[in-house]
């Protein structure tokens, strides 16, 4: 951490940092400077060091670093000086709002700036455009507005969160929280917005939540309330600007509640405003009975405090009140709700009501009962339609007077057509631009087709769909059944629609209509009373048995009604306690978790302030020992210099052994310094003495001169005197004898110089009185040339926002027929996939089964093969048996028969022994086999059978090996690797000499060299 003797040091240092590009660096010794405890007393200095200190905040976007400075500045001079504070917030804001409209414009030349006006698209702006959906503005906007934008955000935030709740800052956060909301206006910030709303709640919870703090601002003061309602009423006028609907009437809550903690209602302008914002917001939120009463309000406001209302004014205004009346609904939806759903209405219309009227009494009576009824029967009371055009008289008179069951609707339309020539624009004293009676239209026709209904269901019992469609106008079935519904439902209307029929049946006749409901009970009555006139002992005791009933069950009503009262009592204790728990563990988890961060953020902080303590350590042992090494040089040269230094210099080496050593430089400087000053003070004594020797006989010489001197100036100074006396007296007799003839010459004048003044006085005031009705005028001039404008551009909106509107419902129907088509391909797709599934399920079920019997076949022709019994060969013919498959066996390892010898090489080879023959038809593993070349030849079969006629079909068991022609041909040539001979059928005649009938199976291997037969 730097340490500075003064705060001057610090910022020259910063300065000189900054110019050498080392700004971090700069700003850490700033910070770390504002941060000592060091400098805990205010000083100007400290301004100046601020000034720099936001401005490398700014250029560095460092959010944290400025609330950080900013917050121990507060601590600083918040008790001396707050105006300083102030210039420094105020100087942040505009370094912060200046940066982020440089970087809007640095991006907007950004985008302009393009070398060929006629190319579309620049090659680079193709190739992001394929790796990137962002367009050339949108990625401007992101690199080079965004970040700027975000550090004005949280400048605004940092700046709320140091002066709230501050009573010797309360106009500068009222400043901060307007330009915030002005910024959230003109860029459509409606996220921060919400925060921003969010924040300023907090800071009013948390101010009436500690009651303690230092320098708390006082709402009771008008000041401060008046800073605070402003600042609400701001709020409110943003939020219907962006159409953020909720947060605006969240805003009208906040006004109410901040009302309602000092029990004061705003001034009249004011509560002008904040009605004339409620009835935008229940307009949109679609509440015509809580928009009826908000108009109310706002015009029994304007007709008793604004003076500048003119007749026009206040004819529109009732005509609102009256449209905005006659277009809620007639009927209570509450009608058929359970017991919470009407505790809920309840509790939602008090609260109505307390915000239409601006009552602060907590208790449930105090706030008037909201209805339609009430509110027309106020109206007609206070005289209303007196001021109200004879279209909007008519409107009332056949909606609520007058009874047309079977032409109301037509009656009304051309009423209703003509309430868009009422509308017009208001004078600018009215809080209210405009007033729109079109707007009421879609309400009216509705409450016109329920009041049709129930007319005619007074009149008819059963009317058909068609003609019901003919009488009201508005719209289809659809629209008069969708009405019809709601009053059904709300228990307006008894009716029942056929569709079969095409009817509508009203009056219900079942044990739960009113008609039948009120028969039963005159019937009942009367039948009582005849049971009293016939039985009048048994209605005594019948009557007595009453009381008593009525007597018991008041008692236990009340009883019941005390215990419920207890119990709501219990639970209200319950549900503050567990609300104080929760809210007391709320505060230690909150308590713990800043614990752990001010622990953690200690250590960071003390880590951080050691190495930057060993750092500066380390540097401040540099520099001095650099230092002290120039002074050496220094004194040095200096000793060098000085007469006989250069002696006592070599003294110095020769005694330090030639090294250069500053102590003893210093110590022998020292010396030479006191000699000097020693000799000096010597030669200063001497020459004191002579000097005081000279003064004093000099001073004894010149006493008597000056004595002599002084008598002769009194002398001089006396004459000198008498004679300016003289000439004063004379002067001033003279002056007096020309004043006198000066004043006897300008008396004659004194008529002539008035009447000259009136006449000069009057040629002004007459040039005055032109000027000021040529003023006048030009003034009228323009005031109406900008009432057209605003009219124009009123209009101009209007058509805009019809446009606007008309495009969005035709994107929204095109996205909806995409949606479609997407949903039927998609469906389709997957029953096509489904299908396939299918197939391949059954064609995989198939080819399991197909391998499963092929399975099956070859494990039973293994099975059959293994149990076959061996046929039975003679002892004296088992050596021929067994040679001549020995002689067929092929002279290899592999699979394929053995060539069969020729007729010379059988004629010639020994015969075997018939048991030698049997012991190598025999079968051993192949393991224990030798090799197909090393085994002997077979013997060659000694056959006397005859040989076979050419061409008959001789056995292949029965064949003489050799006895053809084709006996001496070559053996057949070892099959490739991979392949199989043909399984073919070959005819005796073509058989090859010791070749097989039939080719041999794979997986098989001969047993003795040879397939067996037996």
Known sequence: MSTFAKPENALKRAEELVNVGQKQAALQALHDLITSKRHRAWQKPLERIMFKYVELCVDMRKGRFAKDGLIQYRIVCQQVNVNSLEEVIKYFLKLSTERAEQAQAAAAEVVLDVDDLEAEKRPEDLMLSYVSAEKGKERNDRELVTPWFKFLWETYRTCLEILRNNSKLESLYAMTAHKAFQFCLQYKRTTEFRRLCEILRNHLTNLNKYRDQRDRPELSLPETLQLYTETRFEQLKVATELELWQEAFRSVEDIHGLMSLVKKVPKPQLMAAYYAKLTKIFQVAGSHLYHAYTWYKLYNLQRNYNKNLTAKDQQLMASAVVLATLAIEPFDRKFGAGHFENELEKEKSQRMGSLLTFSFDLKKEAVPALSRSALLSEIVSKGLLAYVPQEVKDLYSLLETEFHPLDLATRLEPLLAKLADIG???????????????????????????????????????????????????????????????????GFLPAKIDHKMGTVRFGIQDLESDRIKNHLVILARRLNKAVSLIHPEAADDKGKGKARSVAELSERILKEHKLALVRKVIIERRKEDAERSALEQERLEEEKRLQKEALAHEAERKRQAQDAHRRQEERIKAEIAEKEEAEAQALLAAQAAKKGGKKNLEKVLKKEGGKLNKRQLMEEALTESIRERQELERKLSKLSKTMDYFERAKRERERPLLLEAFKQRQQDDEVYYNQQQEELARESQEQHAKDLKEKHRLTRMLGDKSTFEEQVVDRRRGEFERLKREREERLAEARELR??????????????????ERVRKEREEEEARKREEDEKKRAEEEERLRKLDEIAARQREREAETQRR?????????????????????????????????????????????????????????????????????????????PVSSREPLPARSDDRPAPAPGKFVPAHLRRPGADSAAAAPPPARPADGERPSGGYVPPSRRAAGSSAYPSRDREEPRGGSRSRW
């Open 787 to 804: 009432k057209q404008e605003r009219a124009q551009r009123r209009k101009m909106e209007y058509y805009r926002r019809q446009e606007e």
């Open 854 to 930: 092929a399975q099956e076949e070859r494990e039973r022709l293994l099975k059959e093969e293994r149990e076959k019994p061996a046929k039975f060969v003679p002892p004296s013919l088992r050596g021929k048996a067994t040679a001549e498959p020995a002689a067929r066996a092929a002279p290899s390892e592999d699979r394929w028969e053995r060539p069969r010898p020729a007729a010379g090489d059988r004629d010639t080879a020994p015969a075997a022994p018939a048991a030698a023959a049997v012991s190598e038809d025999k079968w051993r593993p192949r393991g224990a086999r030798e």
């Open 424 to 490: 017009d624009s208001l004078s600018p004293a009215s809080p209210v631009p405009e007033v729109r009676p079109q707007e009421y239209v879609a309400a009216l026709q509705k409450v016109t087709t329920a009041k049709l209904l129930a007319q005619l269901s007074s009149v008819y019992q059963t009317v058909r769909i068609t003609h019901l469609c003919k009488l009201i106008p508005f719209g289809d079935f659809g629209y008069i059944e969708k009405v019809a519904v709601d009053a059904i439902k709300y």
